[in-house]
């Protein structure tokens, strides 16, 4: 599903070279569970971005479900991610203004989604989710671990193939860390959705099928879980 | 998509009320104020539009040459319109008609002065008044018809129907009353309260009947068969006068009717603007105060970008297109226009009768009427876009990784050009100030000048009826009776005559010859008569010789005044014979110029007879010290008595001298609201921008504050930077306001020198506001635990 070549990513200083990515190749599957690990400043959101189409690498080929996203434009890169691409942010990232019915639907307005089919999906997710009955607040009334609920909600609303999660449980406390993993695990067992994050937690790690290892810009280890156990 | 932004797009507002405040009511305020103007210009070019062919329709003008300049007027000789109607091609109709003028009408017991116009039929087809009653058709025929307005109608019948009714005219003419049209609108040149034959004319004043085409008096109309004929008649218009009298000087042009009344001015016998001049220049004010409501939006909404960045990176997130994101904004905005506009409408219906009073018109807000629609909605929508262009292209350029991750927005580009916003904002709002300084300096320089008599305290009395004219004539017994009786009433010091009003301009030759005049000189004259003690009534001054007196006969000597004797270059004036036409005459007396047309301009050459028969208006000195309204009444009560048939009338001369100066304290007092409008809007969008910068630098102020910082510090840290972007402001702004109004004083010959003055008044005024609305904000810095500001993140 996805195929990463020599990706290189580096910031030109003054003539000096500053790599944030160096030579990284990989491909991913569908139905895999990928963790990104890796100290601080060794590029894991740098590859994350790059993966989600936030960021353009400054070299190598970036292949998404068969189709070469660097030479994409812009609005054919867009009418992509729409379609197959969630983010989960470790800030949330939810919309103030909107409540958190409207925060879901908002990825359903952009794909053009028929108002009947939005109001049945959303209605969908918030069942799933259990929050029916916090649907009309907003996000500040929220805790932090529903509001990432909601983030992630509004990430599956659009049905994508492939979910990308910057620090999920970051600013989470730990039994609302391992609810949300949980549920990225169920996502991935039951639905088959590729889901990428990127994390510090070693625990966090576990409950995916995959591990790389990132350390100055370079892929220093990819080990599957289930060689490890 | 539309209706979950405008739900987002209220919920934004509602959350940032103190933004909102600023915006919507800046927004309204520019609003109100370009709708005023809008309406007030719309006001001055709907004038001579209500007919239906008002775009045929033509005035013609009578273009004389002399040495120095073209004189342009829309006077013409009674056969002007009879000529052009017939041998013209391409003229369908022509009309001549009188200027209006006050004539005494009266309904029995009721007798009223109004303005009467003396018109032949063809007046009625090209003017299609609307008529209440009677047949348009058959109204001006007779001799002896009158058609009144409706208010004339009303006040001389009250509730009865005045048709076939009889009215006396001057006490002399009997009329019928054969139509009632519909009350003129105030935007039409041609003003009149009744209307009547030209027939009737001929019979009120027969010694006009032998005027030949040197004597211009009558307004002639041209109607056009088509627009297309226009460059054929004008041609042939143009020799007209010489082709009937040889040796004419005067050639005749055809100016647009609906052009009559905005384009006025005339320069070398061509239309070079009037009152279009001004009209041009509210449009400017109008639209800048649009603008710079606009740009306080733009500036507020641009300043808040770090709060949006976030939305705006998740939305491109989640898949928003960019254009998609500029809609919101767009939305946004004009949606809060709009809030504006309903503001602004709340604003304008307050103020338009204080409007209407100040500018003495009658201006409402037309809500039937689809134009004023239509011009409001493209104007709130014009608003909102050009308020919201700018934010929206700005804000969806945000690039998702940057402002995701934290990236702090400190964008040079954009805060450079919000100090160029800022900038403009001010230079306008200081350009203003000048401006309005210099234009209320000018009027002042302008009345305060001497204008070589007394106005104050001076009344006029028209002579008629048994005042003076009995039997149309200046009748020197009653004049004398007249005199004495307001001498005997205590309360007048002493009353002299005059031909005219003082404030008249008109009455003038080319016609004076003098020793030593070439032949080639052509000068314009003003030429009036008056009676005795003419200098010591209106508080003139004599600076040789003597005025008439009763000791001697004076009837072939005249006062000429200093401009006179300055162009007829005469060394020793008193004893020259000099000559209007082929009356000779002496100079007895030389006085000091006395102003009586243009106060902005030099006098013109003054020659005055004492003559009699063409005294028209008492002068009437009142006694110095007296109690005004109880004098006025002893007046009035004299006059009543000596002339029962006609109603009182007098006018103070300061009164009408004041009206001289109409076009000039309009601009004035305009100039002062809006331009305080525009340095009220701006302070609005600096306070907004303080706002915004002391809270974006809340953590640098806290370690300032933290590392020892005094009040003083961080003041001068916080509004150094917009202090020094108003003093650029005034730097750009002098020498704009300084060439607009070099070229607005050119336009006249009495003017006020620019002084440093206005400027620095601007510059300092500018800086206290601005310091003012800078304080309200960093106060409540200053105030602010350090703590609060370093606990974030």
Same mark, same amino acid.
């Given at each position: 599903?996805?195929?990463?070549?020599?990706?290189?990513?580096?910031?030109?200083?003054?003539?000096?070279?500053?790599?944030?990515?160096?030579?990284?190749?990989?491909?991913?599957?569908?139905?895999?569970?990928?963790?990104? #690990?890796?100290?601080?400043? /060794?590029?894991?959101?740098?590859?994350?971005?790059?993966?989600? #189409?936030?960021?353009?690498?400054?070299?190598?080929?970036?292949?998404?479900?068969?189709?070469?996203?660097?030479?994409?434009?812009?609005?054919?890169?867009?009418?992509?991610?729409?379609?197959?691409?969630?983010?989960?942010?470790?800030?949330?990232?939810?919309?103030?203004? #909107?409540?958190?019915?409207?925060?879901?639907?908002?990825?359903?307005?952009?794909?053009?989604?028929?108002?009947?089919?939005?109001?049945?999906?959303?209605?969908?997710?918030?069942?799933?989710?259990? #929050?029916?009955?916090?649907?009309?607040?907003?996000?500040?009334?929220?805790?932090?671990?529903?509001?990432?609920?909601?983030?992630? /909600?509004?990430?599956?609303? /659009?049905?994508?193939?492939?979910?990308?999660?910057?620090?999920?449980?970051?600013?989470?406390?730990?039994?609302? /860390?391992?609810?949300?993993?949980?549920?990225?695990?169920?996502?991935?067992?039951?639905?088959?959705?590729?889901?990428?994050?990127?994390?510090?937690?070693?625990?966090?790690?576990?409950?995916?099928?995959?591990?790389?290892?990132?350390?100055?810009?370079?892929?220093?280890?990819?080990?599957?879980?289930?060689?490890?156990? | 998509?539309?209706?979950?932004?405008?739900?987002?797009?209220?919920?934004?507002?509602?959350?940032?009320?103190?933004?909102?405040?600023?915006?919507?009511?800046?927004?309204?305020?520019?609003?109100?104020?370009?709708?005023?103007?809008?309406?007030?210009?719309?006001?001055?070019?709907?004038?001579?539009?209500?007919?239906?062919?008002?775009?045929?329709?033509?005035?013609?003008?009578?273009?004389?040459?002399?040495?120095?300049?073209?004189?342009?007027?829309?006077?013409?000789?009674?056969?002007?319109?009879?000529?052009?109607?017939?041998?013209?091609?391409?003229?369908?109709?022509?009309?001549?008609?009188?200027?209006?003028?006050?004539?005494?009408?009266?309904?029995?017991?009721?007798?009223?002065?109004?303005?009467?116009?003396?018109?032949?039929?063809?007046?009625?087809?090209?003017?299609?008044? @609307?008529?209440?009653? %009677?047949?348009?058709?058959?109204?001006?025929?007779? $001799?002896?018809?009158?058609?009144?307005?409706?208010?004339?109608?009303?006040?001389?019948?009250?509730?009865?129907?005045?048709?076939?009714?009889?009215? @006396?005219?001057?006490?002399?003419?009997?009329?019928?009353?054969?139509?009632?049209?519909?009350?003129?609108?105030?935007?039409?040149?041609?003003?009149?309260?009744?209307?009547?034959?030209?027939?009737?004319?001929?019979?009120?004043?027969?010694?006009?009947?032998?005027?030949?085409?040197?004597?211009?008096?009558?307004?002639?109309? $041209? +109607? !056009?068969?088509?627009?297309?004929?226009?460059?054929?008649?004008?041609?042939?218009?143009?020799?007209?006068?010489?082709?009937?009298?040889? %040796?004419?000087?005067?050639?005749?042009?055809?100016?647009?009717?609906?052009?009559?009344?905005?384009?006025?001015?005339?320069?070398?016998? *061509?239309?070079?603007?009037?009152?279009?001049?001004?009209?041009?220049?509210?449009?400017?004010?109008?639209?800048?105060?649009?603008?710079?409501?606009?740009?306080?939006?733009?500036?507020?909404?641009?300043?808040?970008?770090?709060?949006?960045? @976030?939305?705006?990176?998740?939305?491109?997130?989640?898949?928003?297109?960019? @254009?998609?994101?500029?809609?919101?904004?767009?939305?946004?905005?004009?949606?809060?226009?709009?809030?504006?506009?309903? !503001?602004?409408? $709340?604003?304008?219906?307050?103020?338009?009768?204080?409007?209407?009073?100040?500018?003495?018109?009658?201006?409402?807000?037309?809500?039937?009427?689809?134009?004023?629609?239509?011009? !409001?909605?493209?104007?709130?929508?014009?608003?909102?876009?050009?308020?919201?262009?700018?934010?929206?292209?700005?804000?969806?350029?945000?690039?998702?990784?940057?402002?995701?991750?934290?990236?702090?927005?400190?964008?040079?580009?954009?805060?450079?050009?919000?100090?160029?916003?800022?900038?403009? +904002?001010?230079?306008?709002?200081?350009?203003?100030?000048?401006?309005?300084?210099?234009?209320?300096?000018?009027?002042?320089?302008?009345?305060?000048?001497?204008?070589?008599?007394?106005?104050?305290?001076?009344?006029?009395?028209?002579?008629?009826?048994?005042?003076?004219?009995?039997?149309?004539?200046?009748?020197?017994?009653?004049?004398?009776?007249? &005199?004495?009786?307001?001498?005997?009433?205590?309360?007048?010091?002493?009353?002299?005559?005059?031909?005219?009003?003082?404030?008249?301009?008109?009455?003038?030759?080319?016609?004076?010859?003098?020793?030593?005049?070439?032949? &080639?000189?052509? $000068?314009? =004259?003003?030429?009036?008569?008056?009676?005795?003690?003419?200098?010591?009534?209106? %508080?003139?001054?004599?600076?040789?010789?003597?005025?008439?007196?009763?000791?001697?006969?004076?009837?072939?000597?005249?006062?000429?005044?200093?401009?006179?004797?300055?162009?007829?270059?005469?060394?020793?004036?008193?004893? &020259?014979?000099?000559?209007?036409?082929?009356?000779?005459?002496?100079?007895?007396?030389?006085?000091?110029?006395?102003?009586?047309?243009?106060?902005?301009?030099?006098?013109?050459?003054?020659?005055?007879?004492?003559?009699?028969?063409?005294?028209?208006?008492?002068?009437?000195?009142?006694?110095?010290?007296?109690?005004?309204?109880?004098?006025?009444?002893?007046?009035?009560?004299?006059?009543?008595?000596?002339?029962?048939?006609?109603?009182?009338?007098?006018? =103070?001369?300061?009164?009408?001298?004041?009206?001289?100066?109409?076009?000039? +304290?309009?601009?004035?007092?305009?100039?002062?609201?809006?331009?305080? =409008?525009?340095?009220?809007?701006?302070?609005?969008?600096?306070?907004?921008?303080?706002?915004?910068?002391?809270?974006?630098?809340? *953590?640098?102020?806290?370690?300032?504050?933290? !590392?020892?910082?005094?009040?003083?510090?961080?003041?001068?840290?916080?509004?150094?930077?917009?202090?020094?972007?108003?003093?650029?402001?005034?730097?750009?702004?002098?020498?704009?306001?300084?060439?607009?109004?070099?070229?607005?004083?050119?336009?006249?010959?009495?003017?006020?020198?620019?002084?440093?003055?206005?400027?620095?008044?601007?510059?300092?005024?500018?800086?206290?506001?601005?310091?003012?609305?800078?304080?309200?904000?960093?106060?409540?810095?200053?105030?602010?635990?350090?703590?609060?500001?370093?606990?974030?993140?």
């Amino acid at each position: 599903m996805i195929e990463l070549k020599n990706i290189e990513k580096y910031y030109a200083n003054k003539g000096v070279k500053s790599y944030i990515l160096r030579h990284v190749s990989t491909s991913i599957k569908q139905g895999e569970f990928v963790s990104i #690990m890796g100290p601080s400043g /060794a590029g894991k959101s740098t590859l994350l971005n790059i993966l989600g #189409m936030l960021e353009e690498p400054t070299y190598g080929a970036y292949e998404f479900m068969g189709e070469d996203v660097v030479s994409l434009n812009e609005r054919k890169r867009i009418e992509l991610y729409r379609n197959h691409i969630g983010f989960v942010f470790q800030a949330y990232h939810l919309i103030d203004e #909107m409540t958190v019915a409207e925060n879901i639907e908002a990825p359903l307005l952009y794909k053009k989604v028929s108002s009947a089919e939005r109001k049945s999906r959303v209605a969908d997710v918030l069942d799933r989710f259990n #929050m029916v009955a916090k649907k009309d607040l907003f996000p500040n009334q929220l805790s932090g671990g529903q509001q990432q609920l909601v983030g992630i /909600a509004r990430a599956l609303v /659009a049905q994508p193939s492939i979910i990308l999660a910057d620090e999920p449980t970051g600013n989470l406390q730990s039994p609302q /860390a391992l609810q949300i993993m949980e549920l990225f695990k169920k996502l991935n067992e039951e639905e088959n959705i590729t889901i990428i994050q990127v994390t510090h937690s070693e625990v966090n790690a576990a409950y995916g099928s995959r591990i790389l290892h990132l350390l100055d810009g370079v892929i220093k280890e990819d080990l599957s879980l289930q060689q490890v156990i | 998509m539309f209706r979950l932004n405008l739900k987002i797009a209220l919920r934004n507002l509602w959350k940032n009320k103190g933004y909102t405040l600023i915006n919507v009511g800046g927004l309204a305020i520019g609003l109100a104020s370009c709708m005023l103007l809008l309406l007030y210009v719309a006001h001055e070019w709907s004038y001579n539009r209500q007919f239906s062919n008002y775009d045929k329709t033509y005035v013609v003008f009578n273009n004389t040459k002399t040495p120095n300049e073209i004189l342009s007027w829309p006077w013409t000789p009674p056969a002007m319109a009879k000529e052009v109607g017939q041998q013209i091609a391409g003229v369908s109709r022509a009309s001549c008609s009188t200027n209006p003028a006050p004539l005494l009408i009266a309904n029995g017991e009721k007798s009223f002065r109004k303005q009467a116009v003396f018109a032949d039929q063809e007046f009625l087809k090209i003017l299609d008044y @609307k008529f209440l009653k %009677g047949n348009p058709e058959k109204a001006l025929q007779a $001799v002896n018809g009158i058609i009144l307005t409706e208010s004339t109608a009303k006040s001389l019948f009250g509730n009865e129907d005045p048709i076939n009714k009889t009215l @006396k005219l001057e006490n002399s003419q009997l009329l019928k009353v054969e139509a009632v049209i519909a009350d003129l609108p105030e935007t039409n040149s041609i003003q009149f309260d009744y209307l009547m034959p030209w027939a009737a004319y001929e019979k009120q004043f027969p010694w006009f009947k032998d005027a030949g085409w040197g004597s211009h008096f009558v307004l002639t109309l $041209v +109607q !056009l068969e088509d627009n297309s004929f226009f460059n054929q008649v004008s041609a042939e218009m143009k020799g007209i006068f010489k082709r009937h009298e040889k %040796g004419s000087l005067a050639e005749a042009i055809i100016h647009p009717f609906s052009k009559w009344h905005l384009y006025s001015r005339f320069e070398n016998g *061509k239309s070079v603007g009037g009152r279009i001049d001004q009209v041009k220049i509210f449009v400017g004010i109008a639209f800048c105060i649009l603008l710079i409501a606009c740009v306080n939006f733009m500036n507020l909404s641009t300043a808040r970008s770090q709060k949006r960045a @976030k939305e705006v990176g998740v939305r491109k997130a989640i898949g928003s297109s960019r @254009k998609s994101l500029i809609n919101q904004f767009l939305v946004e905005s004009v949606l809060l226009s709009f809030i504006a506009m309903l !503001l602004a409408f $709340v604003l304008m219906e307050i103020t338009l009768p204080y409007f209407n009073r100040l500018l003495h018109i009658e201006l409402v807000l037309d809500y039937g009427n689809w134009k004023f629609w239509t011009v !409001l909605c493209s104007l709130t929508l014009f608003t909102g876009f050009i308020a919201g262009s700018y934010p929206a292209f700005y804000l969806s350029s945000f690039e998702p990784v940057k402002v995701l991750k934290g990236f702090n927005l400190v964008g040079t580009s954009s805060v450079s050009i919000r100090k160029v916003l800022v900038v403009a +904002q001010f230079v306008f709002a200081v350009c203003l100030i000048i401006c309005t300084i210099i234009v209320y300096q000018q009027l002042n320089y302008v009345k305060n000048k001497s204008i070589g008599y007394e106005k104050a305290g001076l009344i006029e009395i028209p002579l008629q009826g048994n005042l003076g004219k009995k039997g149309g004539l200046g009748n020197k017994e009653s004049m004398n009776v007249l &005199k004495d009786e307001l001498i005997k009433s205590g309360v007048v010091s002493s009353v002299t005559y005059f031909s005219s009003g003082m404030n008249w301009d008109g009455h003038r030759t080319f016609d004076m010859n003098w020793p030593g005049k070439s032949k &080639k000189e052509l $000068v314009y =004259f003003n030429y009036r008569c008056a009676g005795l003690d003419f200098v010591k009534t209106i %508080g003139g001054k004599l600076s040789l010789g003597r005025e008439f007196s009763p000791k001697h006969h004076d009837s072939l000597n005249v006062m000429v005044n200093e401009s006179a004797i300055k162009v007829m270059g005469l060394k020793d004036p008193i004893g &020259k014979v000099i000559s209007m036409g082929k009356d000779q005459v002496t100079i007895i007396g030389v006085i000091k110029d006395i102003v009586v047309g243009s106060p902005y301009q030099q006098a013109a050459p003054m020659v005055i007879f004492d003559w009699t028969v063409n005294l028209n208006f008492a002068l009437v000195r009142l006694n110095p010290g007296g109690n005004i309204s109880s004098a006025v009444q002893k007046i009035d009560e004299v006059t009543k008595r000596l002339n029962p048939d006609f109603p009182v009338e007098r006018n =103070f001369v300061d009164d009408e001298f004041k009206l001289k100066f109409q076009n000039e +304290q309009l601009l004035g007092t305009l100039a002062n609201w809006f331009g305080g =409008f525009a340095v009220f809007i701006s302070c609005l969008g600096l306070l907004g921008l303080t706002l915004y910068m002391a809270e974006q630098r809340k *953590k640098e102020i806290s370690i300032r504050k933290v !590392l020892g910082a005094g009040a003083m510090d961080v003041l001068s840290l916080l509004n150094k930077d917009f202090m020094k972007l108003v003093g650029i402001a005034n730097l750009i702004g002098f020498p704009l306001a300084y060439i607009i109004m070099t070229r607005w004083l050119s336009a006249y010959e009495f003017r006020v020198g620019i002084s440093i003055w206005p400027f620095a008044t601007a510059m300092g005024l500018s800086l206290l506001i601005a310091i003012l609305t800078l304080s309200i904000q960093s106060a409540k810095v200053l105030k602010s635990n350090p703590v609060d500001g370093l606990k974030y993140e």
